[in-house]
C-alpha cells in the first residue's frame, strides 16, 4: 500500500485513496475499460502504436523507481486500461514486487515461489526458476505487442508472427480492423515483439531499449490522424469540463488527467 501510494505516472492508474472498513482500494474511472475489450473490436492501428509506447513508458518509470525498481508481475491487456481519449494506464499493480539488486549485477531480481499471472504472459524463466525480473515484464510486454499487431489470442501468437516474417507474409497475419497497416511499421513492430519474447530474457531489450525501438513509431503518428472515434470525449465527461480546455478543432480536452468525481470511482476490494 505504501508503494502504490507513492507511485504516479500518466499511464499508471491513480491510487485515490483505501478504505479499511470495506478491505477496498479507490482507483480513478476509466471509462473505456481494457485493452482486451477492445482487441475484438475496431481499434486503429495508430491509437495501437499509441498504447504500446505508453505501455512501455510507464515500464520504463517502474523499472527505474528508487532506491528500488517496481516490477508488475502480470501485465497483459486486460490491466491496461483505457480513459476516455484511449489513453492507457497500467492496473492492477497490486501483484507488484520490489526488485533488489544483486551484488556485483546490474540485475533486478526478486526469488519468489508465489508464481502469480496468466501462463500465456509470464515469462518462461519465471515458471521454471522463480526469479522474477524486470525482463519478465518485457516478455509480457511482448506478447502484449503481438496481440496488438494481430488481434489473436496470446497462445502461440510469437510462432504466428515469426512464421509470418520468416515466409514476408506479414500482412496475412495483421489484424484488419485496425485499418491499413504501414508494412514498415508493422514489421518493426513485429520484430521488437518477438525480441521481447525471446526465450532467453538476455536476449531481450530492458524496457528503456524498447522506448527507444518505439519513438520512431510514434514520431510517424500525426495527431490528426487519429481515429476520430478514439479520440473523442466521452459524453459524460464533455459537460463537466470547461469550454477552455477543449481544442477548438478537435475537441479534445487539453488536460492530460481528468478530476475524477465522486460517483466516477473505481473501488477494487482486496
Known amino acids: 500500500m505504501d508503494v502504490l501510494s507513492r507511485v504516479r505516472h500518466p499511464n499508471l492508474v491513480t491510487l485515490l485513496g483505501a478504505c479499511p472498513e470495506a478491505r477496498a482500494l479507490v482507483y480513478e474511472y476509466l471509462p473505456n475499460g481494457s485493452l482486451e475489450d477492445h482487441l475484438t473490436r475496431k481499434l486503429t492501428w495508430q491509437v495501437r502504436i499509441r498504447i504500446a509506447a505508453e505501455t512501455c513508458s510507464a515500464l520504463v518509470f517502474l523499472h527505474s523507481c528508487k532506491p528500488l525498481g517496481v516490477v508488475h508481475g502480470d501485465l497483459k491487456p486486460v490491466n491496461i486500461l483505457l480513459d476516455s481519449n484511449f489513453a492507457s494506464k497500467i492496473s492492477d499493480l497490486g501483484m507488484h514486487r520490489l526488485l533488489a539488486r544483486s551484488i556485483g549485477s546490474?540485475?533486478?531480481?526478486?526469488?519468489?515461489?508465489?508464481?502469480?499471472?496468466?501462463?500465456?504472459?509470464?515469462?518462461?524463466?519465471?515458471?521454471?526458476?522463480?526469479?522474477?525480473?524486470?525482463?519478465?515484464?518485457?516478455?509480457?510486454?511482448?506478447?502484449?505487442?503481438?496481440?496488438?499487431?494481430?488481434?489473436?489470442?496470446?497462445?502461440?501468437?510469437?510462432?504466428?508472427?515469426?512464421?509470418?516474417?520468416?515466409?514476408?507474409?506479414?500482412?496475412?497475419?495483421?489484424?484488419?480492423?485496425?485499418?491499413?497497416?504501414?508494412?514498415?511499421?508493422?514489421?518493426?513492430?513485429?520484430?521488437?515483439?518477438?525480441?521481447?519474447?525471446?526465450?532467453?530474457k538476455r536476449n531481450r531489450p530492458d524496457a528503456k531499449e524498447a522506448w527507444k525501438m518505439l519513438q520512431p513509431l510514434m514520431k510517424s503518428i500525426s495527431f490528426a490522424r487519429l481515429s476520430p472515434s478514439s479520440i473523442m470525449l466521452a459524453p459524460e465527461y464533455s459537460s463537466c469540463i470547461p469550454s477552455y480546455f477543449i481544442c477548438p478543432i478537435f475537441k479534445v480536452s487539453y488536460l492530460a488527467v481528468h478530476f475524477a468525481l465522486v460517483d466516477h470511482l473505481c473501488i477494487i476490494k482486496f
Open 106 to 200: 546490474s540485475t533486478l531480481y526478486h526469488c519468489t515461489h508465489l508464481r502469480k499471472g496468466t501462463f500465456a504472459y509470464m515469462d518462461p524463466e519465471l515458471l521454471s526458476s522463480g526469479e522474477i525480473t524486470a525482463k519478465s515484464d518485457v516478455y509480457s510486454f511482448g506478447v502484449v505487442l503481438l496481440r496488438l499487431l494481430t488481434g489473436r489470442p496470446a497462445f502461440g501468437v510469437s510462432k504466428v508472427v515469426k512464421e509470418a516474417l520468416d515466409m514476408k507474409c506479414l500482412e496475412r497475419v495483421l489484424d484488419a480492423s485496425a485499418g491499413d497497416w504501414p508494412y514498415v511499421q508493422a514489421e518493426k513492430l513485429a520484430k521488437l515483439g518477438l525480441k521481447c519474447c525471446d526465450m532467453n
